[in-house]
C-alpha cells in the first residue's frame, strides 16, 4: 500500500519510484490514474511476474510476491518509505519482511516507517499493530538505529519511525 500522489511527487522531484503489488489491476489503475504511459515486461527469474514502467522510466512497479524480490532483481535503495506494507504484513512474516527489507537498503540510507497506533485487544488486523519494540527488535540489530530526537513520533492514530542504515 502506498500513496499514489506522494509517489508521483517523488518521480517528479527525480526520484526513481520503486513499488511490488500482487495485483496486476492495481498497478494498472495507478498508471491510468495518474495519466502515465508504460510498458510492460516479464521479470526473469520470477515466474508469472511482470514490471510495469513509466515511459519515462524513473516509476518502475512489479506485480508478484514482495518476497520474491531480491537486490538482484531490483537495486538496492538509498531510501524506503513503508507507509503500509509491514502493518499488512501477517504478523508471523515480519522477520522475513524486515530481512529483506534491510538486504535492499544501501549503507548509509534511510528507512521511513509508518504504523498505526491502536489497543491491540479491540481490532485484530489488518492493519496489525507493530508496537515499538517488535520495530526495534526486527531492525534494531541489524543495519538500523533510531537518529536522535526521531523514534517514535506519535500524530493522532499513527506512529512514524526513522531508522537510519549504518
Not at 37 to 66: D, F, H, M, W
Not at 130 to 137: C, L, N
Amino acid at each position: 500500500t502506498w500513496d499514489l500522489s506522494a509517489a508521483c511527487r517523488l518521480a517528479d522531484l527525480g526520484h526513481s519510484i520503486v513499488g511490488v503489488d500482487i495485483s496486476e489491476q492495481a498497478l494498472k489503475e495507478f498508471f491510468a490514474d495518474q495519466g502515465l504511459s508504460y510498458c510492460e515486461e516479464p521479470v526473469p527469474g520470477i515466474a508469472g511476474a511482470k514490471k510495469l514502467q513509466s515511459t519515462s522510466g524513473n516509476i518502475c512497479l512489479y506485480c508478484c510476491s514482495i518476497y520474491d524480490l531480491s537486490s538482484e532483481i531490483v537495486g538496492k535503495f538509498d531510501g524506503v518509505w513503508d507507509r503500509g506494507a509491514l502493518v499488512a504484513v501477517n504478523p508471523c512474516d515480519r522477520p522475513r519482511y524486515a530481512s529483506l527489507m534491510i538486504s535492499l537498503m544501501e549503507k548509509n540510507s534511510s528507512y521511513l516507517l509508518v504504523t498505526v497506533l491502536y489497543d491491540p485487544n479491540k481490532h485484530k488486523g489488518p492493519p496489525f499493530y507493530v508496537p515499538e519494540s517488535e520495530v526495534k527488535s526486527l531492525f534494531g540489530k541489524s543495519c538500523f538505529s533510531s537518529p536522535p530526537g526521531c523514534f517514535p513520533k506519535h500524530k493522532n492514530r499513527f506512529v512514524c519511525f526513522c531508522l537510519c542504515s549504518e
